[in-house]
């Protein structure tokens, strides 16, 4: 079982730069989501997916978009970084059913200098 | 006030110690509460979930929910090396969708020394 696959896994970027972190899940989960996970801040939401063709903000979502245009890829694009967005990505997914657990991937380590 | 407040250790304890984590939380509407696991340098994975206020327990895992005083706890029972991880608690005013996106605490890094 793949489960959650995030690529990927490490990332050095430039400042101005752009990039996609991509995500995919094997599980058919409907509920896809984004998080940044910094020191002393915690994981922090960035955005969400319910569904294909359906995605919503989180709670930091500036400088990022996402898309979902499949069930199981969740891709989340920088569009320009900058050295704040330096930070552990992770990916989740979930059935979305009440009691269903939030699946993570292993990280992308991003670093922008 | 965050609305989820953990506190972030370091903890230590020695091999086979009851080891007790919390977390205090502010929105009353939360109804869902879990606890993950997080290894070095891996994703966080689902330790223990409870709907409301009770206790679950899970070998040597328990969770405690006090909703009047608005205040989660794991204990995790002969404690082991392998346990050595961060703790997150993570809470919910309703599980999935787009009503399901979890308030992580800070999480508490816990080592157990053999």
């Known amino acids: 079982n793949a489960g959650v696959t995030q690529t990927p896994k490490f990332q050095v970027l430039k400042t101005g730069q752009s990039m996609t972190l991509q995500c995919a899940q094997d599980?058919?989960?409907?509920?896809m989501s984004w998080y940044r996970q910094d020191p002393g801040m915690g994981l922090r939401l960035i955005h969400y997916?319910?569904?294909?063709?359906?995605?919503d903000q989180g709670e930091v979502p500036n400088g990022y978009n996402v898309s979902r245009s499949t069930t199981e890829d969740f891709p989340l694009r920088l569009l320009s970084a900058a050295p704040s967005q330096t930070s552990v990505y992770f990916c989740?997914?979930?059935?979305?059913?009440?009691?269903?657990?939030?699946?993570f991937g292993n990280g992308t380590r991003l670093t922008v200098t | 006030q965050k609305e989820v407040e953990q506190d972030p250790g370091p903890l230590s304890v020695p091999e086979g110690a009851i080891v007790s984590l919390n977390c205090t939380y502010s929105?009353?509407?939360?109804?869902?509460f879990m606890w993950y696991r997080q290894y070095s340098r891996k994703g966080p994975e689902l330790l223990m979930y409870?709907?409301?206020?009770g206790n679950k327990e899970d070998g040597r895992f328990t969770a405690q929910v006090d909703k009047s005083s608005k205040y989660i706890s794991l204990f995790i029972r002969d404690s082991q090396p392998s346990d050595s991880a961060t703790y997150l608690c993570?809470?919910?005013?309703?599980?999935?969708?787009?009503?399901?996106?979890?308030?992580f605490g800070k999480g508490t890094k816990l080592s157990v020394k053999p």
């Open positions: 599980m058919n989960h409907e509920y």
């Open positions: 993570a809470m919910s005013t309703n599980y999935g969708g787009s009503q399901g996106n979890l308030i």
């Open positions: 929105n009353s509407a939360f109804q869902y």
């Open positions: 409870t709907y409301s206020s």
């Open positions: 997916s319910v569904g294909a063709g359906i995605t």
């Open positions: 989740a997914s979930s059935a979305g059913e009440k009691g269903s657990p939030l699946h």
